[in-house]
């Protein structure tokens, strides 16, 4: 439990993304308000048993590299309770039960258009999957033979994938230039230091590696927050980007290739003829369509959260 002497947040005072102090607020809501408490109930059903009176929902941008970021964030002790405590539905099983043919085949799209990529021999990528969850990736690039390791800060996480052959390393020690390619599927909206994240996550990239950054777009969740000033107007699929304690970066495009700037990568704009190479599910006319969108809203829609980061040779 807390100690109710010590706050439930703290505030980022400086840009998470670039470390610059001008900030700006764009937008304060009571946690506590209508709209907010109704989308905790939803989204953690009763097991939020904090009362979140005189603390607020502040979402606040850079005015150097643009990321729109959340100022107060939860302080350690409140985010193990929300991860460990008021998110079951994380359980594998839950995980497995949603997944179809589709989303495998999209993470095995994936993996094979990083070894068309390299083209050398699987066993020889070294790859590192970055904040796994469930290690669906890493399981997917090994069993392409990939020489495949991880890391996670989740306990139980860890130890399923150890589980399932998975070696895990130290994100606090990652090695240099080792990597070909590290994967990060839904993690930089969590961290508290992006930037920093993504900088060392660069020097753990041999020369001409790729890192591979895929975050929620949260462009239209903010507009619409601005334009009606109210948590409640918004669908659950609109606060999801931008969600309270959890999505606590909300990137654009654009503050996504600038966090990608500081770090000192470039990004890849890769080539429609491998992405379509990479893919499968053709003969079935649904899956076929989303096959034939999805790269060309992905890497050639310059609106995307979805971006491959060189590191210059
Ligand atoms: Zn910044």
Redesign the pocket.
């Known amino acids: 439990m807390l100690d109710s002497s010590r706050p439930l947040l703290f505030k980022r005072g400086q840009?998470p993304?670039?470390r610059?102090l001008s900030t700006r607020t764009l937008y304060r809501e009571p946690l506590d308000s209508p709209g907010i408490s109704r989308y905790m109930q939803d989204h953690y059903g009763r097991r939020v048993e904090r009362d979140f009176t005189g603390y607020d929902y502040e979402l606040a941008q850079?005015e150097?590299?643009?990321?729109a970021f959340q100022a107060q964030v939860p302080a350690p002790e409140l985010l193990e309770e929300i991860y460990d405590r008021w998110l079951p539905a994380t359980e594998r099983e839950a995980v497995a039960a949603r997944w179809g043919l589709d989303d495998y085949r999209y993470l095995a799209e994936q993996v094979q258009f990083m070894l068309d990529h390299f083209r050398v021999r699987p066993g020889s990528i070294k790859a590192l999957d970055f904040g796994f969850g469930w290690a669906e990736w890493a399981k997917m690039a090994g069993a392409y033979g990939v020489d495949v390791c991880g890391a996670e800060l989740s306990q139980v996480r860890i130890e399923y994938a150890k589980s399932v052959g998975i070696p895990v390393v130290d994100a606090g020690a990652l090695p240099r230039d080792e990597f070909h390619f590290i994967n990060t599927e839904q993690v930089f909206e969590h961290l508290l230091e992006p930037g920093d994240t993504l900088k060392t996550l660069a020097g753990a990239l041999r020369p001409g590696g790729l890192v591979k950054l895929s975050v929620p777009n949260s462009a239209k969740s903010i507009r619409k927050l601005l334009g009606a000033r109210d948590f409640g107007a918004l669908s659950p699929e609109d606060i999801m980007a931008i969600a309270p304690f959890e999505h606590i970066n909300a990137f654009t495009c654009d503050s996504l290739n600038a966090l990608g700037r500081e770090a000192g990568l470039v990004p890849l704009r890769p080539s429609l003829r491998k992405l379509y190479n990479a893919s499968s599910g053709w003969m079935e006319p649904k899956s076929a369509l989303k096959t034939l969108a999805r790269p060309v809203y992905r890497h050639l829609y310059p609106k995307s959260t979805f971006v491959y980061f060189v590191r210059p040779a």
Request: hydrophobic residues 10%.
């Open positions: 840009c993304g670039c610059r850079c150097h590299c643009g990321l």
